[in-house]
């Protein structure tokens, strides 16, 4: 059986660690201070997420699908955004589109943690 959110939350902490080193030692000469620190809010935000995929499974907790899919979905429309938007200067690229991407991942995560919220309220308040 493929496990997709457990094979998603590896890659998005292994993408963490490996962002993280990338933004620390390669980007801080290369970008402004607030895109660096932006960056790391998307690298950050993508390990807390890629955890939580990690560790749901662990929960006694029927049917976290939906929480999966906004984790997954939302890390990616938000950190990605967050990445793409800290290195426009580096593209030479006005990628400013993609701000609105950004809230909409923050949205779908906020649902993602709201529904595990009522899923564990369910669970202990019966």
Do not use: C, D
Not at 50 to 71: C, D, H, N, V, Y
Request: aromatic share 18%; proline share 5%.
């Amino acid at each position: 059986m493929l496990y997709i959110p457990e094979i998603f939350g590896t890659f998005f902490a292994l993408l963490s660690v490996i962002l993280g080193a990338f933004g620390a030692h390669f980007l801080k000469k290369r970008i402004p201070e607030p895109a660096v620190q932006s960056f790391e809010v998307g690298v950050r935000y993508m390990m807390y997420h890629g955890l939580a995929l990690l560790t749901l499974p662990l929960f006694s907790l029927a049917k976290t699908e939906w929480i999966e899919r906004f984790f997954i979905l939302g890390t990616v429309l938000f950190s990605f955004s967050i990445f793409l938007l800290s290195l426009q200067t580096l593209f030479k690229r006005n990628l400013k589109v993609l701000g609105p991407v950004t809230p909409v991942g923050g949205f779908l995560l906020i649902v993602g943690w709201g529904l595990l919220l009522s899923k564990f309220l369910n669970f202990y308040i019966k």
